[in-house]
């Protein structure tokens, strides 16, 4: 489903400060299966999650999603692909502070200018099936650490995405949260969605779920 | 088109919400965003109403008056000057008219003398305007006395106050009969202070005035419309002067409204960020930031106008007719009859809110272009 060929990436590229993040990467991401990134921190993870969700580009090498160079692809393009193929899931859940938990999900499918009716409707289903429903008028910044993440996926699942990419989903939760995540890992799997996702919690990588783990280090796979 | 229009509601919703988060901070802006038009709006709607208020006044004044100069000055009208105008052709009505500035010592103020032949006073009693009886506390049976420039007391009755709707041009007058004027000022019978004279086609009044000027040399003749224009120019002038005080504050407010743009928060930023990385183009950033430049600065169009109308034509402008109106003792008490100008509304709009979008445009486009990525790290 996605496929990278020596894909390298530089920050501050040709400057003094140039700092190369992976070194030529070649990975093969199968559909409907969840795979974990493992690694230590700074070992280019979230770099390589940045690059496969169409969030940036590589500096070198090729992206394909579903048999499609989109390495090269302008801004406004990409900015499509994430919208309607990728739901992100940040470490630190990045939502919008003084918006409802409602809001929030709702938020990646503005753009789209879907009819009102329809978009709430579906955000009250995927905050329902998270057993949020009774905290969707909730500001966000009300929520326990959670209920956050479950906005978070909630918001990544808007626009019904084919891959969800997860940072570090379990990094801010205590056992029994990241419990519950593995639980709604189980049902995105079970609807069939990609998960790719970047994790060095024993919970995490060693559980059944997790299909296939691809351990990093130094900006190398291993 | 509904995609858009659904589209651009999602826009609002999200940008209304962004406003309320920050609302200090919008509501500061928004307060010294509507002051400035209310200052701006004020000048120049009573500056225009003004306009229009003296030229209904003056449409019914005459279309021609003809003054006697001597040395350059203003001098009275000798007898026979009646007679000559008389023979030139187009002058369809003429009519000698006395009026003189008096010095109240009282009130330090100035008064205007006029002889009315419509209001056809009798000897010993007056007219005055509304300013004038407010200032010396008079009211129509009480007398009052002058003493005039040869030093003799003479004493008048009040038998009316003139309609406040005129008080522009009429808040210093006292209307009295001729003989009264003649005697009080020592003007010989048959020499008037002025002539005005009414043409018979009013496409000929520039060819009359030019018979007139030729006929009497030492006469210098008024177009009605020159007394328009220089109406208009003073008040250009005054309204000139407040805007040039005023450039100021519009500069500050320039400054402002940039920094505020450019000075996106940390937590503005971060915003933007995670809008681009969960599926917002750049695009929508911008339009996004565009909808909050522009409620922002219509909102602030609005309650400045809203409240500049009010100020101007509820409270007569209190805040600015000492510089616009120009009497230096007499205030006019006038409401200004409400008059907008499609015109003027779009240059005041063009003047506030574009500059403000305009300033906006660039800060924001170069946050909006910020790489998504951020956010994840």
Not at chain 1, 66 to 79: M, V, W
Not at chain 2, 331 to 347: K, M, N, S, W
């Amino acid at each position: 489903m996605i496929e990278l060929n020596g894909v390298r990436k530089a920050f501050h590229h040709g400057m003094t400060n140039e700092f190369w993040a992976l070194h030529g990467i070649d990975l093969r991401i199968e559909a409907k299966r969840v795979t974990a990134l493992c690694g230590p921190s700074g070992s280019g993870k979230t770099t390589l999650l940045t690059i496969v969700g169409c969030i940036a580009r590589p500096t070198q090498g090729r992206v394909r999603f579903k048999e499609r160079d989109i390495s090269g692809l302008p801004e406004r393009f990409l900015t499509g692909i994430r919208r309607k193929s990728f739901g992100f899931v940040f470490q630190k859940f990045n939502l919008i502070r003084g918006m409802s938990a409602l809001d929030n999900v709702m938020l990646p499918a503005y753009p789209t200018g879907e009819p009102r009716r329809t978009l709430h409707g579906r955000a009250e289903r995927i905050l329902e099936q998270l057993k949020l429903a009774h905290r969707r008028h909730a500001h966000v910044e009300w929520l326990s650490g959670g209920e956050q993440q479950r906005v978070a996926i909630g918001r990544a699942l808007i626009n019904d995405p084919e891959v969800v990419i997860a940072d570090e989903p379990t990094a801010n939760l205590d056992s029994a949260l990241s419990l519950e995540f593995m639980g709604i890992l189980e049902s995105l799997v079970g609807e069939g969605r990609t998960v790719l996702l970047s994790s060095h919690d024993p919970l995490v990588v060693d559980s059944a779920l997790v299909h296939r783990v691809v351990n990093m280090r130094d900006g190398r796979i291993l | 088109m509904n995609l858009w229009i659904e589209k651009q509601r999602y826009l609002i919703d999200f940008t209304l919400a962004s406003l309320a988060r920050r609302k200090w901070k919008n509501l500061g802006l928004l307060l010294v965003y509507a002051l400035l038009v209310f200052v701006l709006a004020s000048v120049t709607l009573f500056s225009h109403a003004l306009r229009q208020e003296a030229a209904r006044l003056l449409q019914d004044s005459p279309e021609l008056i003809l003054q006697r100069m001597v040395a350059g000055r203003h001098d009275l009208v000798p007898p026979g000057y009646m007679d000559r105008i008389g023979q030139i052709r187009g002058v369809q009505k003429k009519e000698g008219r006395l009026w003189g500035y008096y010095f109240d010592p009282v009130v330090k103020a100035n008064y205007t003398f006029m002889v009315s032949p419509v209001a056809g006073l009798a000897r010993g009693s007056i007219e005055i305007g509304s300013a004038m009886a407010r200032v010396r506390g008079l009211a129509a049976g009480n007398v009052i006395s002058f003493r005039s420039y040869t030093g003799d007391l003479f004493s008048f009755k009040v038998v009316g106050v003139l309609p406040r709707n005129s008080e522009l041009v009429s808040a210093d007058l006292v209307l009295l009969a001729e003989d009264d004027f003649r005697a009080f000022f020592s003007i010989p019978p048959g020499h008037y202070t002025d002539i005005a004279l009414s043409v018979a086609n009013p496409q000929e009044v520039r060819t009359v005035a030019a018979k007139l000027a030729s006929a009497l040399p030492d006469s210098r003749p008024i177009l009605r419309e020159e007394v328009l224009r220089t109406y208009a120019a003073i008040l250009d002038w005054r309204e000139g002067i407040v805007l040039a005080l005023l450039f100021g504050a519009i500069l500050a407010f320039g400054i402002l409204a940039w920094e505020k743009a450019s000075g996106l928060s940390a937590e503005e930023r971060t915003e933007i960020g995670i809008l681009k990385a969960i599926g917002w183009e750049t695009g929508d950033v911008v339009g996004m930031k565009l909808w909050e430049g522009l409620l922002l600065s219509l909102t602030a169009f609005l309650l400045g106008f809203v409240a500049a109308y009010v100020h101007v034509f509820r409270f007569s402008a209190s805040l600015f007719e000492s510089v616009l109106k120009g009497w230096s003792v007499l205030y006019p008490r006038f409401e200004l009859t409400p008059h907008i100008d499609g015109l003027q509304v779009a240059t005041l709009f063009f003047f506030t809110v574009f500059p403000y979008a305009a300033a906006v445009l660039v800060p924001i486009w170069r946050a909006a272009i910020t790489d998504p990525d951020a956010v994840m790290r």
